[in-house]
């Protein structure tokens, strides 16, 4: 959950490459006003994957719909500017 509403331009994820590439599939899902929409999907993080998004959200999730074994994760961000 974000400390406010916010304008999201982006979502960047990396995985621990040392671990290998696990993730196959991952889904970003925004929430407005209580209803979640997605605002990104992809294959494979690798390295790291920015993902462009648009929309206005109080809370932002990633579901890994298909991996190899169980991600891990060496960072994720949400890039965006507050609303309030």
């Not at 970003?28 to 209803?35: D, I």
């Not at 929409?37 to 993902?51: D, F, K, M, N, S």
């Amino acid at each position: 959950m974000l400390e406010a509403p916010a304008r999201v331009h982006a979502v960047v994820l990396k995985e621990a490459i040392a671990h290998g590439q696990r993730v196959e599939d991952v889904v970003v899902l925004g929430r407005t006003a209580g209803e979640w929409r997605e605002l990104a999907r992809t294959t494979c993080v690798g390295y790291q994957r920015i993902l462009p998004v648009s929309g206005e959200v109080d809370a932002v999730e990633v579901r890994f719909t298909s991996n190899r074994a169980a991600p891990v994760l060496a960072g994720a961000a949400v890039l965006g500017t507050l609303t309030r």
